[in-house]
């Protein structure tokens, strides 16, 4: 009799336990068109899964499905999928969960919406031809691991309302020569960033790491360079110390390339607020530099 209790105890705990690791929506999932989704507690949808068409490569993910708001991108949801380039993402969309996008090797092009507040573990693990990311404010932290090996990854842009980086978030990155960490910055986790993989983990010494106290200390403890972010360095374009013409001519290679791969545009880069990112807000740029060296000197 002792012995059934006891195991009628071990039973009740591992039931408890495993309630305890479920996720935020019901164990049943729902299929609208080529999507799956769960329903979390707050009624809000989680895409689950993805049937992609043969030869497909890009990806309109709706605001909602079956009338449930689309709030959240699920475990794995879009994991290895090798031919997808580009995906629109909703405005609705607050979470890009563990593994989401991993290992989709030709995804280029990707716009994170405006009230997105959490990137998960590995959301974007081993997407190598990704090339740049624009963090939106809002978003609290970068998981672990979450853009490791995005090789082809150039530029990072995080927000003021990041404080934690986790664990490998931009290991072997080969492409991101240097990044810019908000002072609100407090925790970066062991390897975070200038780390590259050549047959065992080694710090790149050439890594730039930008920003305040948590940003050197990182910089100092694992060999990495450091600069301190002053209030004008977002201008720096070329990294050369100074705001100058040569930042100008560089913005204004960058729109034109930009705009020629993907037509998109960077609205905070449109500095006469005509709707359009073109040489008209070089020029712009440029006037207001000569009248901020005639002021200083």
């Known amino acids: 009799m002792k012995v059934k209790y006891t195991l009628l105890a071990c039973l009740i705990s591992l039931a408890l336990l495993c ?3 479920l996720p935020a929506y019901a164990a049943t999932e729902y299929r609208s068109g080529i999507f799956t989704y769960a329903l979390r507690t707050d009624g809000t949808a989680e895409i689950t899964g993805v049937t992609f068409e043969e030869g497909q490569t890009r990806l309109d993910i709706p605001e909602q499905l079956d009338g449930h708001a689309v709030t959240s991108i699920g475990y794995y949801a879009m994991g290895n999928y090798a031919d997808l380039q580009s995906v629109t993402l909703p405005e609705t969309l607050t979470e890009i969960g563990n593994g989401a996008f991993s290992l989709c090797k030709a995804l280029t092009d990707i716009k994170l919406p405006g009230g997105l507040k959490k990137i998960d573990t590995a959301a974007f693990f081993g997407c190598s031809s990704l090339k740049s990311v624009v963090i939106p404010q809002g978003v609290a932290s970068i998981g672990n691991t979450a853009f490791r ?5 150039e530029s990072v842009l995080i927000p003021d309302s990041v404080t934690s980086i986790g ?3 931009f290991f072997d990155c080969g492409s991101l020569s240097w990044i810019m960490l908000p002072q609100s910055m407090d925790s970066i986790g062991d390897m975070a960033l200038g780390y590259y993989l050549d047959g065992e983990a080694q710090a790149d ?3 730039l790491v930008i920003g305040g106290s948590a940003a050197q200390s990182y910089a100092e403890n694992n060999g990495l360079m450091y600069r301190e972010a002053l209030p004008y360095s ?3 374009v070329n990294l050369d110390g100074k705001i100058n013409i040569r930042d100008v001519a560089a913005i204004a290679r960058h729109a034109a390339y930009f705009m020629q791969l993907t037509g998109e545009q960077y609205f905070a880069a449109d500095t006469d607020g005509n709707g359009v ?4 807000d070089a020029t712009h ?3 207001y530099l000569a009248e901020f060296e005639i002021i200083l000197g």
């Open 285 to 287: 740029l440029q006037r």
């Open 205 to 207: 010494p050439t890594f």
């Open 234 to 236: 977002t201008g720096d």
């Open 167 to 169: 664990k490998m978030a």
């Open 277 to 280: 990112v073109d040489i008209n």
């Open 149 to 153: 090996q995005c090789v082809s990854l």
């Open 19 to 21: 309630a305890s690791l």
